[in-house]
């Protein structure tokens, strides 16, 4: 049984910060200071510096209230 390509998802390793910021919507900048606080997990390979999705999700499920916004954040 062979599986259709559409179901397929496939999912980089790495992201760059320029597509993590598109992918969440937030700006470069914030995705930097993200990283720079340990807030978001990051690796440095040589020069750059690369994102696991991993990370995002675990981030973005970290920061995510079901209940709305409390204490003015």
Known sequence: MSVPIRSVKSEK?????????????LGSS???RL??????????LGG??????EAIKQII???????GFSNGK
């Open 35 to 44: 990283i720079w606080k340990g807030i978001l997990p990051a690796c440095r």
């Open 13 to 25: 390793l790495l992201y760059k910060v320029p597509e993590v910021s598109k992918l969440t919507g």
């Open 61 to 67: 499920k970290e920061h995510t209230s079901a209940a």
């Open 30 to 32: 914030t995705i930097w």
């Open 48 to 53: 750059t510096v690369r994102v696991p999705p």
